[in-house]
């Protein structure tokens, strides 16, 4: 009987209202008709989660970026530290990109690791050195490095790795920044 309770009161926690729902189909619906015939639009998601990243320098296989942590990417528990689920979008997108980042075939992924090193060293305002390498390709497999450092301290926030595979389409050509990487 209690179990159920628990259950029940889980249940109502994550419900989402008419109202809210609403709200998210009609952001959905103003980005899809955004789209100009050939252009890319990013979903809600990315739009919120990766709205601005900086990209400093990319070379083939080595992409180096900073971000400001917004306050809309911190933990619902700790408002003073970014959250868990931005780190892993941070490594999810940066680590695709750099998989790409020297010609190679667009991918999809298939394994990723997180390692939450420190994320109270990523409080909002904090502006963050993300750094993503290629580590290799073999066949339609790539395998990517992105490590995420509070740049004014040198902290480690997160480390990732990023596994992808398959041969999608052609990946447009890299566009080469000269920086002092």
Do not use: W
Not at 23 to 42: F, I, N, Q, T, Y
Not at 47 to 69: D, M
């Amino acid at each position: 009987m209690a179990e159920s309770k628990t259950t029940a009161a889980a249940a109502e926690l994550l419900r989402v209202s008419d109202e809210d729902g609403a709200r998210v189909d009609a952001l959905d619906r103003s980005a899809s008709a955004m789209k100009r015939e050939g252009e890319v639009v990013p979903s809600f998601f990315e739009g919120f989660a990766l709205q601005g990243i900086r990209v400093n320098a990319i070379h083939p296989g080595r992409i180096l970026c900073s971000f400001t942590v917004p306050a809309r990417l911190t933990s619902s528990t700790n408002r003073q530290q970014l959250a868990a689920g931005a780190v892993v979008a941070l490594v999810d997108e940066i680590g695709s990109a750099v998989s790409v980042s020297d010609g190679k075939q667009l991918k999809v992924s298939v394994d990723m690791s997180v390692a939450l090193v420190d994320l109270a060293a990523a409080a909002a305002g904090d502006t963050l050195r993300i750094t993503a390498r290629t580590l290799g390709h073999k066949g339609f497999y790539s395998g990517t490095h992105v490590l995420i450092v509070n740049a004014a301290t040198g902290q480690v926030v997160a480390e990732g790795r990023h596994s992808l595979f398959g041969k999608l389409k052609p990946a447009p050509p890299p566009t080469i920044i000269k920086s002092n990487i």
